[in-house]
């Protein structure tokens, strides 16, 4: 299968084989009205299997949204049908208004507008942790 | 300005300094007695704690200070609804220092970060409770001399107790500290707070299930309760409760030096019959709780 390389543009590369849909939904890439190509499976020399996003135009992209969902993903920014920046990414140390903390004894749950925020506290582990009652993200 | 919300914010360096100015505390109160003169002390409590709340209302008023507050959220604008921001940021106007306890995890750092005056966190949830923790540090050194080449035992509800927990963590960064764990299964203390706080620091432990087999090696023994909701079904409960009473029997094989540290309140796992063996420290604890609470106000408005 061939999609065309793009002018402009943003390739989402090294992507964990099936985490693609993840990062689709969580950057809102669902909004844009531009083309948006989804590859699942490639075949990879590094990884065995990868997917790919490309975005077939420049934008903000959450650099640490992106490294807490997969921090093994590479970004190249392409313009002018060129690379001119091969970004690799790494686990934030912090991440605001994404996760949301599952204690029920969390200030979180009952104070007005107050940011979901979660910290990294073990790295090799991936261990995130709510900001405000220490609570394991996803526990 | 400084807040103090957990424990681990304080510097070793910080701790012996509390410790130091509650030593002289103790041996000189009236130099301190006028130490807060015209300073006002606001006690949040949004939920009940008589013990804790009157122990910072005691550590103010004996530094000449003023105390103002609420002991319950019934009484305060939490009724209505109003946010843990907006009731700081209306008492830091009323007040030079809040302390606070309240039942959601994380609020008195929520509400450090709208005050305009220093909070200090009287407990929040089953999270945070550092002045329970300076206080059993201030116990530790008074009693022992020392915080490094001690074996502290910890007894009893492990998994959900957070003075446990805080104890572990503070202690965990003195030299030659070893613990040992002593709790039914179902209580044990959670893999997370071991891993981060023992052995990723290379700290021995062991874990028993048997108090009476441990107690000749130990120098500090922190009890806590075996509550009966903790646990799944009444047999269990039954079966393990009273391995965990403290009694003078249990405490035949004991060192001489032996310190015995409760938070308090007491239930029944500690007997009424220990309560005159001199080393049972539990309400000098107390008295020490008041002590280092004063040494804090004192630090955290920057008060010599």
């Not at chain 1, 949204?65 to 970004?87: A, C, F, M, Q």
């Not at chain 1, 007005?112 to 925020?117: D, K, S, T, V």
């Not at chain 2, 103002?68 to 007040?95: H, I, M, N, P, Q």
């Not at chain 2, 009693?143 to 104890?167: A, I, P």
Request: hydrophobic residues 35%; proline residues 4%.
């Amino acid at each position: 299968m061939i999609i065309d390389s793009i002018q402009n543009g943003i390739v989402i590369d090294h992507i964990t084989a099936g985490k693609s849909m993840e990062l689709y939904q969580i950057l809102g890439l669902d909004q844009l009205d531009c083309t948006v190509a989804i590859l699942k499976n490639v075949t990879s020399g590094k990884l065995g299997c990868k997917d790919i996003i490309k975005i077939d135009r420049e934008m903000d992209l959450d650099w640490d949204l992106i490294g807490y969902v997969d921090p093994s993903i590479t970004v190249n920014i392409i313009r002018d049908g060129k690379l001119v920046e091969k970004r690799t990414l790494k686990l934030p140390e912090r991440i605001r208004g994404v996760l949301k903390c599952k204690n029920p004894r969390c200030i979180t749950s009952v104070e007005q507008e107050l940011p979901q925020e979660f910290v990294l506290t073990d790295r090799e582990k991936r261990v995130y942790r709510c900001r405000y009652c220490e609570t394991q993200a996803g526990k | 300005m400084k807040s103090l919300i957990d424990i681990l914010e304080l510097s070793e360096q910080e701790i012996m300094e509390l410790v130091n100015t509650a030593g002289d505390i103790i041996d000189h109160p009236a130099e301190y007695a006028h130490k807060c003169d015209g300073k006002i002390l606001a006690t949040l409590f949004f939920e009940p704690s008589t013990r804790t709340r009157l122990s910072f209302e005691s550590a103010m008023l004996s530094l000449g200070g003023k105390v103002l507050g609420f002991s319950e959220a019934k009484s305060s604008s939490a009724a209505k609804g109003e946010s843990v921001a907006d009731t700081v940021r209306t008492v830091s106007c009323y007040s030079d220092i809040i302390a606070m306890r309240h039942p959601k995890e994380g609020a008195p750092l929520v509400a450090s970060m709208h005050s305009l005056v220093p909070v200090i966190n009287a407990g929040d949830g089953g999270h945070n409770h550092p002045t329970q923790t300076l206080t059993d540090l201030l116990t530790i050194h008074r009693e022992m001399g020392r915080f490094e080449n001690l074996t502290v035992g910890l007894c009893g509800d492990l998994k959900f107790g957070r003075t446990v927990h805080s104890l572990v963590s503070a202690m965990s960064r003195y030299p030659g500290v070893r613990f040992v764990l002593i709790s039914p299964e179902e209580l044990k203390l959670p893999r997370y707070v071991k891993e981060q706080y023992i052995k990723a620091k290379n700290i021995p432990y062991t874990q028993s299930t048997d108090l009476e087999a441990v107690m000749p090696e130990l120098d500090i023994l922190y009890m806590t309760r075996v509550q009966r909701e903790r646990f799944f079904n009444e047999e269990d409960y039954l079966r393990l409760k009273d391995s965990y009473i403290l009694t003078p029997d249990k405490l035949r094989g004991a060192k001489e030096s032996l310190r015995i540290l409760h938070p308090l309140p007491r239930v029944n796992e500690i007997s009424v019959a220990v309560d005159s063996d001199p080393r049972a420290c539990y309400f000098k604890q107390v008295q020490y709780g008041k002590y280092i609470r004063m040494a804090l106000i004192l630090k955290l408005l920057e008060l010599k």
